[in-house]
């Protein structure tokens, strides 16, 4: 089955302490990218890829990284996590920009 | 930078009626406009893709159209049902696989 998979599916952790979100498509598509959704401010892109080893900033990409090594799998990195990243995160894949884009089923992260 | 607005933010309609749902973006140089449907706390599914060169597309009781020189989408559901209650979001598709979204239209059926 095609698909988009994020792991964990929830998350609770403390101020500071380095975690990982991963995301992996079976889909052999070359974009991926991340967004955070949070009450009132809608979706945000954090950092998008276009292929392997290339990576850019969408609109809210401080404290987060990514990387991209392997087509299939782009995982989110938060260094020192706070408060303020506690939100619901979704990683999409698509063949190609003029394509849909399909979405992870979300990873909601919670900092204290 | 491109912002995407989504009008009505809330709406409740009975069951079996016809209901449009409007989108407008500020920038025009879009490959694409997309819309999704989200339940509460799930995943966003992928309703319609209406390429930018595109002037409407149809699944089945939906019919997404895209005015690019004007900056505006509508989502048509047609016959609506219960089973439509959901937050349908609109995404335009920019540079660098930008994909910008509006704040999205909460929707009841009611039986």
């Known amino acids: 089955e095609a698909q988009v998979t994020q792991n964990p599916r929830y998350l609770i952790t403390v101020t500071g302490k380095k975690l990982t979100v991963t995301c992996s498509q079976n889909m052999n598509h070359e974009y991926m990218s991340w967004y955070r959704q949070d009450p009132g401010l809608g979706l945000r892109q954090i950092y998008y890829s276009m292929n392997v080893?290339?990576?850019?900033?969408?609109?809210?990409?401080?404290?987060?990284?990514?990387?991209?090594?392997?087509?299939?799998?782009?995982?989110?990195?938060?260094?020192?996590?706070?408060?303020?990243?506690?939100?619901?995160?979704?990683?999409?894949?698509?063949?190609?920009?003029?394509?849909?884009?399909?979405?992870?089923?979300?990873?909601?992260?919670?900092?204290? | 930078k491109q912002e995407v607005t989504q009008i009505p933010a809330a709406l409740s309609v009975p069951e079996g009626e016809n209901l449009v749902l409007n989108c407008s973006f500020t920038d025009s140089a879009i490959y694409n406009l997309q819309w999704f449907r989200q339940d509460p706390g799930k995943g966003l599914t992928s309703l319609l893709l209406i390429?930018?060169?595109?002037?409407?597309?149809?699944?089945?009781?939906?019919?997404?159209?895209?005015?690019k020189s004007s900056g505006r989408s509508t989502l048509y559901i047609a016959a609506s049902q219960p089973g439509d209650s959901a937050t349908y979001l609109c995404a335009v598709s920019g540079a660098g696989n930008m994909l910008t979204f509006g704040g999205g239209t909460r929707l009841m059926v009611k039986p």
């Open chain 1, 53 to 112: 080893e290339v990576t850019d900033k969408g609109d809210v990409p401080e404290g987060y990284k990514v990387s991209r090594k392997e087509k299939r799998n782009f995982p989110l990195i938060l260094e020192s996590p706070s408060p303020n990243q506690t939100s619901l995160y979704f990683c999409a894949s698509s063949p190609d920009r003029a394509y849909e884009q399909y979405f992870g089923p979300g990873t909601r992260l919670t900092v204290t």
């Open chain 2, 51 to 67: 390429q930018s060169s595109q002037r409407e597309q149809t699944s089945g009781r939906l019919n997404a159209s895209l005015d």
